[in-house]
């Protein structure tokens, strides 16, 4: 569930002990307010592992008890295929809480990412479970507020599961949270503005979070963004400004050589994909103002599935020339077969055309030379009429070798015509 880091050694009683019906194994993690532990079953009830978790006896106890069964209660709500489920609960014999969830057996998110390769799209994809869990809890007036990688594990099946309620707070209309343990728990690194400086929080909290964990995955380090010192009475202020997109950072990264956990390769094809809806995305979902970032995780996510389906996102320009690009690209190989049939279509007539064109040119060509066939022959026993010769009788033969003068003479230039008007006249012409 949390992965089986060494940790340092646990305190005495815990390891080998029995908590209820449960036989604790070994210690595999520890967080802001509590420990993990595997155990199992040790009624025979059944024997699958889970993961128990007990209270710090540490700090502001009352506060972190109160706190503790909050999220014992919030999670017994959240029944979701992609949230570890709460499976039992109960009190030790120093009288603190400890509850019950599913062992999820896997590696956190990046790590994930990183060891089976997935494919730009693919991170995408599976990013997009992360955020329809995360607006399950929403829906159940829960906003999360630790969302990161170490809080997401990918099971054996690819699914991710989301893990660790500790500091979820149930939406209600209250003053900000100004409790102390909560702002020592939170992981500032993926921290909101809003939450850093303690003021009220909202869904758009877990949307920030979301958008650094988004912008590790594909580019291998979070984004640029300031330093925020944590203390118990909350902090320093949040320089505003644009984001910086994230292939813009990407180039940076490749230009002076920032340490970055994907390969050169990667970073070159990532940067290409970026550019465009996705840096867009990301832009807004990291904006400082909790109002201009995505109104809900759901558009959030929705943005990103149209990008996955070539639609236009709600986070880019929506102008012409964007809309068709989209269009475009979602219908790649029906406009390619449009343009093929078009032409083969019109190709078809061209040829059809020329054939008709060409046949008709032959039947004139055809007309022409009998017409001039023709009018030779007549010609030619015209000139041998007794009325236009006199002298000796003509023979057929002398008539015959006065048109082949004549065809000599006239029709030298055309070897076609003067064939055919030689074979109409019965002689062998070579």
């Not at 420990?35 to 079953?41: C, D, S």
């Amino acid at each position: 569930m949390y992965g089986k880091e060494k940790i340092a050694p646990i305190e005495s009683g815990k390891v080998g002990d029995t908590l209820g019906s449960y036989y604790i194994r070994e210690k595999i993690g520890q967080g802001g307010m509590a420990e993990v532990y595997l155990a199992n079953r040790s009624d025979g009830v059944h024997g699958a592992d889970v993961a128990l978790k007990i209270i710090h006896c540490t700090g502001n106890q009352d506060r972190l008890i109160t706190r503790f069964h909050s999220e014992r209660n919030i999670l017994a709500n959240l029944k979701h295929p992609n949230i570890a489920q709460l499976l039992d609960g109960g009190t030790t014999e120093q009288g603190l809480p400890y509850f019950v969830m599913e062992y999820i057996a896997g590696e956190p998110i990046d790590k994930y990412c990183r060891s089976h390769q997935l494919s730009f799209d693919e991170i995408l994809a599976i990013f997009i479970k992360v955020c329809t869990a995360i607006e399950f809890a929403h829906q159940n007036l829960v906003i999360h507020r630790d969302i990161k990688p170490a809080n997401i594990v990918v099971n054996a099946k690819g699914e991710p599961m989301l893990l660790d309620f500790g500091i979820a707070k149930v939406l209600q209309p209250t003053p900000p949270d100004n409790d102390t343990s909560t702002m020592l728990a939170l992981t500032t690194d993926y921290a909101s503005p809003e939450q850093i400086l303690g003021a009220n929080l909202t869904t758009a909290t877990d949307v920030y979070s979301l958008g650094i964990l988004l912008y590790e995955l594909l580019c291998g380090v979070r984004p640029p963004r300031p330093q925020f010192r944590v203390s118990n009475s909350a902090l320093n202020s949040v320089d505003s400004g644009d984001n910086l997109a994230p292939s813009k950072f990407l180039e940076i990264i490749l230009k002076d050589g920032i340490p970055s956990r994907l390969d050169t390769n990667t970073l070159h094809e990532h940067r290409r994909k970026l550019k465009g809806d996705i840096d867009s995305i990301l832009v807004k979902a990291l904006e400082n103002s909790p109002e201009n970032r995505f109104v809900s995780v759901q558009d959030f996510s929705r943005d990103i599935d149209r990008h996955l389906r070539n639609l236009p996102v709600s986070a880019n320009n929506n102008t012409f020339i964007y809309r068709t690009s989209r269009f475009i690209r979602r219908n790649r190989l029906t406009i390619l077969l449009s343009v093929i049939a078009s032409t083969l279509f019109f190709s078809g007539i061209g040829i059809q055309q020329y054939r008709v064109v060409s046949e008709r040119d032959i039947a004139i060509q055809q007309r022409d030379k009998q017409q001039i066939t023709k009018d030779f022959l007549l010609s030619l026993f015209e000139s041998s009429h007794p009325e236009e010769f006199t002298g000796e009788q003509l023979t057929a033969k002398d008539i015959i070798d006065r048109g082949l003068a004549k065809i000599e003479h006239e029709f030298d230039s055309e070897p076609a015509l003067k064939a055919e008007i030689m074979t109409t006249m019965g002689v062998d012409y070579r």
